[in-house]
């Protein structure tokens, strides 16, 4: 019996330590109905997932590598609940999918399908990013604040972060043969968080967005779309500039940002699109369990290749109430009048269809669960 616990210890000394390691699941399940003003010139009644937090599964885990280094990564998942199908254009991991590493004192470094500077950065400071979803995005979610689109072939690097302050820059490889530039992207962004306060800045710089980013919102050359992306068809590139800051008081929260899009060579022409658009909202605590919140955005347009003038105000409202730590009920109010010629166009990703008029008005009713 001595010399079984002779060798066993023997064997347990001699064996090497294995690192620790973790893998977590996680979801959402974000299903409602949602009522629609004029959808393409009529009322419309659906059934909507994944209109506020976009339903999800996903794997994410590290391993100690040792010295504080970690191994690191992230499988996202989008799909509708209602009937199955994938999300993101029908992808597998359409949401996110990266591996990398990380390490206290010099930061992360990782690489796949990830979320662009804009979304890191600028996207926390909107009211649609505080857990309601693309049915608040500003107009069509033109500059990218509600992540309609990934970027693919990205490598991305952030900084620890240092007396409040983190850094981050991006770049994704076009991957086009004799075209080193093509279907590139670069990104950069920057916060500051400390207490209550929170100030962020992106930067996103990408080239031949319709053909780089199919998930997105781009229409062809010559569609007779006069929502918001009717005006820029397949640009050379889209640059995003923005700035934004939330500051927590007690059972409140207020926000505000803005962001300049551009689109160069929009609509088969030389000339650009710029899109500008101004935000701010606030959430309050009735209770513990009943939260309500309100915002506006205004988006205004100036396209130099016909000088039209298109724009776009905003009106948002919001209310969930908890059932539980996972479980909530919400409740979302959108009413947009557009001008200049342009139809109203709320995210299309969620009502469906730009209106055939200046109006248009959704409303989304629906149940949420987290795991």
Do not use: C
Not at 155 to 160: C, N, T
């Amino acid at each position: 019996m001595k010399k079984v616990v002779v060798y066993i210890l023997a064997g347990l000394i001699a064996s090497p330590a294995f690192a620790q390691s973790s893998v977590t699941l996680y979801g959402i399940v974000d299903n409602g109905i949602t009522y629609v003003s004029n959808s393409g010139g009529k009322s419309l009644w659906e059934a909507a997932s994944g209109t506020n937090l976009g339903s999800r599964w996903g794997l994410k885990g590290s391993e100690e590598l040792g010295g504080g280094l970690k191994a690191i990564f992230i499988l996202e998942n989008g799909f509708n609940s209602y009937n199955g199908k994938l999300g993101q254009g029908g992808l597998e991991f359409g949401r996110q999918a990266w591996v990398g590493l990380s390490h206290p004192l010099a930061g992360k470094l990782t690489m796949g399908r990830q979320y662009d500077s804009i979304v890191d950065y600028v996207g926390p400071t909107t009211l649609n990013l505080q857990s309601w979803g693309g049915i608040l995005a500003h107009a069509n979610d033109i500059d990218n604040t509600n992540d309609a689109f990934r970027v693919n072939n990205s490598v991305k690097y952030v900084s620890p972060t240092m007396g409040g302050f983190t850094v981050s820059g991006m770049y994704a490889f076009g991957g086009v043969a004799g075209q080193f530039g093509r279907n590139s992207t670069i990104a950069g962004g920057a916060s500051y968080a400390m207490g209550n306060l929170y100030v962020a800045a992106g930067y996103l710089f990408a080239r031949n967005p319709g053909t780089q980013f199919p998930d997105g919102n781009f229409v062809k050359n010559g569609s007779t779309n006069v929502g918001v992306f009717g005006y820029v068809g397949q640009p050379a590139s889209e640059q995003v500039i923005g700035a934004g800051t939330t500051y927590r008081m007690g059972r409140a929260i207020v926000g505000a940002n803005y962001t300049n899009t551009r689109f160069a060579e929009a609509n088969g022409t030389t000339s650009t699109v710029i899109f500008d658009s101004y935000e701010v909202w606030s959430m309050y605590n009735i209770t513990p369990a009943l939260l309500v919140g309100g915002g506006y955005n205004f988006v205004s347009g100036s396209v130099h290749y016909d000088d039209a003038k298109p724009k776009y105000h905003q009106i948002n409202l919001v209310m969930s109430y908890a059932l539980s730590k996972r479980t909530d009920l919400v409740l979302n109010t959108v009413v947009q009048h557009a001008a200049g010629g342009a139809h109203a166009d709320i995210y299309n990703g969620v009502v469906a269809q730009q209106s055939s008029g200046v109006n248009q008005v959704a409303v989304h009713a629906g149940l949420r669960h987290r795991f």
